[in-house]
């Protein structure tokens, strides 16, 4: 215990160093993946071409399914080493549960209350921004939670790409056999992955506050 | 002024939804659209804002023809209700209805007090409801936002698609005589989407009335019920409606069109706990005795039976007693109420000619009927059990 103790208040300029990082990297990662995802999800409820939609959902999965230590290793001939390739293979990621919670969001917008809007003049972008996008932002809000509790957890990997991190703490740890750098490396993100959510919880519930409390006050 | 003028739709598979219509909604008026589903009068209202564009032929609004209007503007001077309502469940009551106003960038100013002046003018307090959210209120108050809605930036025309056909009866009858108050004081071009013809008839300067994508008539209420065109409008009105309507065909019911015709009989044979058992199953305080030929014998009453029951040989025969007073087929109501009225009866049979039983009028037969002939006038009616005899 002691030796832990030690150990953070010796190292904590490199600790803080690592988690600093590790923010960096899972927050570019959530970030740029929304940018890309909510679009695209908002393109596909409009896209009339069946096929269209399955192809983009079906990629998106596929992302999902390749083991996270193989993407990085992918990446390296592409993109090099370092802090880029990390956020791109997480961004990947990242894709899946923001696209199809924004396609759901939106799917679920009331048909009457398109109707209306359409009838009283909305043109097709007020009704996106005006009505559709807040009306499903619940959805998009917790696809975006989901998505930065893991992302924060697999960021630990992309240290294995050089992008430092706390998964640094872990490899080192590793290589000179020291189980308190482990700890504090895993301990570390555990912490971020639930701190990143509780606080995402608070904006999604400021965000969406009158919506849903008249929502269960309806109930 | 809208016309339409030769429009024709047709859709991609063919339908033919509309066929040929031509119609003029005049200024100041409620033009009702009725017909069955299916008929095309959503489609013939939809084709007004632009939400439905016609395969052929003209829409002129004001003389001008709204193919060359752009639908996003049109639309927003154009007020429009439908039946779910539509509000935006993610705005408060005065953002709903400030809507349109909004699209059309009036001053805030300007958008308080309007919004203000309309809730109130349909009983909202506004003081109460501005920032209430629409899950908050009861269906028939939604609707209420959902008219006052189509109103707020002082369109000319509202078109309304079955606005209160999903309200419970109550809640609707309020929102249509508001309606017709509304429209005294503003003076709307309405077109409204029905398919309750007394929904119709209370609301309607004009009625049209359509099938299968054709106007079958249009005119005033009282001379569609007057003179309905053919069978169909006939069957659409209702034929009883239609008899109340018209003075000039009112005839006096039959004892015949009023009588119940399967009261509770039995034969003289019948024990008395089977009598008992009988009146209990139809839930009734008497039975008539009848024998094969259907001729009438007698009538027992509840109490009789239960007076005799010790007697375990007697049959319904041995304690019925005669019937002193029944009507001749062919006899007109009022005088069996008059036979009712002056002997304190409950009922009264109806026979032929050879004294066989046909039917029974009772007060609760005479009630029924009065309530078909004057639906509006009807109570609601009782869960459905036996005639009490």
């Keep these: ?90 961004l990947l990621y990242s894709l899946m549960p923001i696209l199809r919670n924004t396609y759901d969001g939106f799917q679920s917008v009331d048909k009457g209350v398109l109707n209306s809007a359409k009838g009283m003049g909305y043109s097709a972008a007020q009704t996106i921004l005006k009505i559709q996008l807040p009306l499903s932002l619940p959805y ?80 | 002024m809208i016309v339409l003028d030769h429009v024709n739709k047709v859709y991609d598979d063919g339908f033919h939804a509309l066929k040929d219509i031509n119609l003029e909604f005049k200024k100041g008026e ?26 052929s032929g003209k829409v002129l609004i004001d003389g001008k023809d709204i193919s060359g209007l752009n639908p996003v503007e049109l639309r927003r001077n154009i007020g429009y209700v439908i039946q779910s309502v539509g509000l935006f469940p993610h705005m408060n009551i005065a953002k709903n209805v400030a809507v349109v106003p909004h699209l059309k960038k009036w001053d805030k100013e300007k958008i308080d007090r309007k919004v203000n002046e309309l809730l109130d003018l349909v009983g909202l ?39 209160f056909s999903a309200l ?14 509304l429209q005294q004081e503003l003076n ?36 569609i019920l007057r003179h309905p065109a053919n069978d169909f409008v006939r069957n659409f009105i209702g034929q009883k409606r239609l008899q109340s309507e018209n003075e000039l065909s009112y005839e006096i019911p039959l004892v015949d069109d009023v009588m119940i015709t399967n009261p509770v009989t039995a034969f003289p044979n019948r024990g008395l706990a089977e009598a008992i058992k009988m009146m209990e199953s139809k839930r009734v305080d008497s039975l008539f005795i009848v024998d094969r030929n259907k001729q009438l ?28 007073f029944s009507v001749a087929s062919g006899s007109t109501l009022p005088q069996a109420i008059e036979l009712m009225d002056s002997h304190q009866l409950s009922n009264v049979p109806v026979v032929d000619g050879n004294n066989r039983f046909l039917g029974l009028v009772t007060r609760g037969s005479v009630v029924k009927h009065l309530a078909e002939v004057y639906p509006n006038l009807a109570p609601p009616q009782p869960a459905g059990e036996g005639e009490p005899v």
């Design chain 2, 30 to 55: 409620i033009t009702v659209l009725i017909g069955p589903s299916g008929c095309g009068k959503s489609t013939t209202m939809k084709l007004i804002n632009a939400l439905n564009t016609p395969s």
């Design chain 1, 140 to 219: 998009i809000m917790s696809g975006i939670r989901i998505t930065t509790v893991y992302i924060i957890s697999w960021a630990t990997l992309a240290s294995l790409i050089g992008a430092g991190g706390l998964g640094q703490l872990i490899v080192s740890g590793l290589g000179v056999n020291k189980p308190e750098m482990i700890f504090i490396g895993g301990i570390g993100a555990v912490v971020l992955a639930l701190v990143a959510d509780g606080l995402l919880g608070l904006l999604e519930g400021w965000l969406t506050r009158r919506y849903r409390q008249t929502r269960s006050a309806a109930v």
């Design chain 1, 1 to 90: 215990m002691s030796e832990f103790w030690s150990f953070i208040t010796e190292r904590y300029p490199d600790i803080l160093l690592a988690l600093r990082q590790h923010l960096t990297i899972s927050f570019s990662a959530v970030i740029l993946g929304t940018i890309v995802a909510v679009p695209i999800g908002i393109l596909l409820v409009y896209n009339r071409v069946g096929w269209i939609n399955s192809a983009v959902f079906f990629i998106a999965n596929l992302f999902q399914t390749i083991p996270s230590l193989a993407l990085l290793a992918i990446l390296i001939p592409l993109l090099g080493i370092g802090v880029k390739p990390a956020i791109l293979a997480l």
């Design chain 2, 188 to 223: 709307k071009t309405i077109i409204f989407v029905t398919h309750d013809m007394d929904e119709a008839i209370k609301i309607a300067d004009t009625i049209v009335l359509m099938k299968d994508g054709q106007i079958v008539q249009t005119g005033k209420p009282e001379a």
């Design chain 2, 125 to 163: 307090d506004h003081t109460i409801y501005r920032n209430r959210y629409p899950s908050e209120l009861s269906g028939g108050q939604q609707q209420r936002v959902g008219v006052i809605r189509a109103l707020a930036a002082d369109q000319d025309i509202i078109l309304m698609d079955e606005p």
């Design chain 2, 168 to 181: 419970d009866p109550i809640s609707r009858e309020q929102l249509q005589d508001e309606l017709i108050r």
């Design chain 2, 297 to 324: 014998q007698g009538a027992v009453s509840i109490y009789r039976v239960l007076d005799m029951y010790g007697e375990e040989g007697k049959t319904v025969a041995d304690v019925m007693i005669p019937v002193r």
